[in-house]
């Protein structure tokens, strides 16, 4: 679930491949500041499916001109970043 005002947002819950596809198209229609801030304290649960979802948004920020920042990766995130190479793409520090 995202909950977003302003640019802020924040996820709660688990992130992975059973509802991956629903956070995508729930984060698309809500990230739509010029500068979206999203926190992770949150997510309770992830798997590789949640690395390909920020990689997304952040990709998706790019095409349509805006900005977006992750913080308070959860440690397992921040493995699994790091396991694919991509931690500066998504770091939150």
Do not use: H
């Not at 924040?10 to 491949?17: D, E, F, Q, S, Y």
């Not at 500041?33 to 390909?52: C, H, N």
Request: charged content about 25%; glycine content about 8%.
């Amino acid at each position: 679930m995202i909950e977003c005002a302003d640019g802020r947002c924040a996820l709660r819950g688990p992130i992975n491949i059973n509802n991956v596809v629903s956070l995508l198209a729930e984060g698309s229609g809500l990230f739509t500041a010029p500068r979206v801030t999203v926190d992770l304290a949150g997510v309770t649960e992830v798997d590789s499916s949640a690395v390909s979802l920020l990689l997304e948004w952040q990709r998706e920020a790019e095409r349509n001109g805006r900005s977006i920042r992750f913080l308070n990766l959860p440690n397992n995130l921040k493995s699994l970043a790091k396991l694919y190479g991509v931690t500066e793409l998504i770091s939150d520090e």
